[in-house]
């Protein structure tokens, strides 16, 4: 079993829609999550970061954390094209490291 | 500086050569941190340096890597006699530990490492 699993999709979104990604983990003593967002050809770069149960919004952006259930979902409202992308979730446990799941790959569809 | 800077963005290399890359992270980050992602991949650890301790070297993947930070600050990962299977973006980054907790990581642009 992998620490932190991903649905590498492609999920498919038509614009305007709510794109929602999901993302569970083993390690039940992680602190830190992390969603990252990658295009194509670039660097992640972080879009949300969520520390306890429950919700966070930031913009467009909500993210979901259930320490309980070890998942963490990234909701995208008022999806864009430019949100194409493939969204990484980072979770760390012990120490400083971040164990990242594969990736899931959306595409927001005019 | 403002961003993780990498140095080269790119570099081909012939099968058994080493290399070096380099990092630089952004100032007063202390911790430094090297992943490497393949096509269509995920990112994979491989170490990763905070402040003065002892690197965390449990992701290289053969005694061929080696990485080293220099006064806390630029880092430089080694690939000696380099394989096909070497060929990957080899990400650096770094972060800031607070008094409160812990920020995400910044990450540099990359290099792209091909080996023919």
Given at each position: ?110 | ?116
């Amino acid at each position: 079993q992998k620490e932190v699993e991903q649905n590498s999709g492609p999920l498919s979104v038509p614009e305007g829609a709510i794109a929602s990604l999901n993302c569970t983990y083993s390690d039940r003593v992680s602190q830190s999550f992390f969603w990252y967002r990658q295009y194509s050809g670039k660097s992640p770069e972080l879009i949300m970061s969520i520390y306890s149960n429950g919700d966070k919004e930031d913009g467009r952006f909500t993210a979901q954390l259930n320490k309980a259930s070890q998942y963490v979902s990234l909701l995208i409202r008022d999806s864009q094209p430019s949100d194409s992308a493939t969204y990484l979730c980072a979770v760390k446990a012990a120490g400083n490291k971040l164990t990242f799941g594969g990736g899931t790959r959306v595409l927001v569809k005019p | 500086g403002a961003g993780v800077s990498q140095s080269p963005s790119n570099k081909v290399t012939e099968k058994g050569k080493d290399v070096e890359l380099r990092c630089d992270p952004i100032s007063g980050h202390t911790a430094l941190y090297w992943y490497r992602q393949s096509l269509g991949q995920g990112l994979e650890f491989l170490i990763y340096f905070q402040g003065n301790s002892a690197p965390d070297k449990s992701g290289l993947p053969s005694d061929r890597f080696s990485a080293e930070r220099t006064g806390g600050s630029v880092s430089t990962l080694t690939i000696q006699r380099t394989q096909q299977e070497d060929s990957a973006v080899y990400l650096c980054a770094s972060s800031e530990q607070t008094g409160t907790g812990y920020t995400g990581y910044t990450f540099g642009s990359g290099t792209r490492l091909t080996v023919v």
